[in-house]
Each structure stands twice: as structure tokens, then as C-alpha cells.
């Protein structure tokens, strides 16, 4: 079925296994841990949060994670905090409140991220 003809809640999941992808096999470490494992071990884990937020398909706010940190940690938001605070320096809060935005993608994209990490 092509893009253009699947529904809004098939593009979004179609466009975050793309997204997922990418993030997990450019980075075998844990950002949180440092743990490393094979990229289908890992998990695309969120500093801020949330499927409707600006920063869901934000490279800057998803990183590699184990299911230790992502899921039983709840994403070990401390320690994640504090590297995003190291990477970022005082642009951290900024981001934070960037992140934190509620956002609606819209169907172009959607499509647009699909043919983006579909490819990489």
C-alpha cells in the first residue's frame, strides 16, 4: 500500500519504526547505563516524554536505551537529565520546554519521516 493511502495512526507507527531504527543502530550504548547490546536489544527511549509532543521524532530527545532504564526506570530520567545537561549545557531547560509542546504531525510529515529514515 502506498503512503499516501494508509491512515494518520499507520503513518505515525510505520514512521516511528523507521525512526526507532535509526536511533537504536547508530548508538549500541545505553545512553543512560552505557550498557552495550545489539541494536535489537535496545530501545529508542525519550528524555521528554510523550506521542504527542514536539520532540517524539527529535533526534536530540530520543536516544539508544536498555529495557533496564527505559521501561523499569521509567526512563532513567536523572541520569538521562544529566547527560542531556553535559551534551547540551544551558541550552538543556530550553530544550526541555521545546520538547514539551504538544504537536499533531501532520500526514506530509509523517510521510516525510517515513522516506527519511526508511532509507538511512
Same mark, same amino acid.
Given at each position: 500500500?502506498? +503512503? ?5 495512526? /499507520? ?8 525512526? /526507532? ?8 550504548? *545505553?545512553?543512560? *547505563? ?31 536505551? *536498555?529495557?533496564? *532504564? ?29 520538547? /514539551? ?11 516525510? +519521516? ?7
Amino acid at each position: 500500500m502506498k +503512503l499516501e493511502k494508509k491512515d494518520q495512526r /499507520s503513518l505515525k507507527k510505520l514512521a516511528w519504526k523507521y525512526f /526507532s531504527e535509526h536511533i537504536r543502530k547508530n548508538s549500541p550504548k *545505553c545512553f543512560t *547505563c552505557d550498557i552495550i547490546k545489539p541494536y535489537k536489544e535496545l530501545q529508542a527511549g525519550h528524555w521528554r516524554h510523550g506521542h504527542t509532543k514536539v520532540g517524539f521524532f527529535d533526534e536530540r530527545n530520543v536516544h539508544s536505551q *536498555c529495557p533496564k *532504564c527505559n521501561t523499569y526506570l521509567s526512563g532513567n530520567l536523572g541520569e538521562y537529565t544529566l547527560r542531556m545537561t553535559k551534551i547540551y549545557g544551558n541550552k538543556t531547560e530550553q530544550m526541555w520546554k521545546e520538547f /514539551s509542546k504538544d504537536h499533531n504531525f501532520t500526514r506530509k510529515e509523517l510521510i516525510l +519521516l517515513i522516506r527519511k529514515y526508511k532509507n538511512v
